[in-house]
């Protein structure tokens, strides 16, 4: 099957997606128990539903507890698995540059409006 035909597919079986829109802890949770394959994780992290864009945001914002290491490595082999074979290596390049933005705003220190950065 190819990955145009996986993304059109509908939601698979009943139960298999419980969780809410852009909860990406309980996606990452379902997926580890088997209750969510790859490439509905993949279409969950990246799809319409673009749970990790929306927790780079709240972490950039700084109200997003941040993933673990091994959760960050689940959430970039699944993208780097189940992306597009026409554009191999796009979606994960963008993800984890997305990912180290955020984070590093999420722990800069903030500066006083109007200040210019050093140099």
């Known amino acids: 099957m ?10 698979a079986s009943p139960g298999e997606e419980t969780t809410e829109p852009g909860d990406l802890r309980s996606a990452l949770a379902l997926y580890r128990e088997g209750r969510l394959r790859p490439f509905r ?6 799809g319409p539903r673009q749970a990790w864009w929306e ?14 290491e091994e959760e960050l490595s689940e959430v970039f082999t699944v993208i780097d698995r189940e ?13 984890r540059a997305v990912h180290a ?6 722990t ?3 500066r006083p409006r109007g200040a210019h950065p050093p140099g």
């Open 55 to 68: 927790y780079c945001q709240a972490t950039a914002r700084g109200t997003a507890g941040f993933l673990g």
């Open 2 to 11: 190819s990955w145009r035909e996986r993304l059109a597919r509908k939601p």
């Open 108 to 110: 800069s220190p903030p």
């Open 41 to 46: 994780l993949y279409k969950r992290l990246t």
């Open 101 to 106: 933005v955020s984070h590093a705003l999420a």
């Open 83 to 95: 992306e597009p074979p026409q554009s191999p290596g796009a979606v994960t390049s963008a993800a």
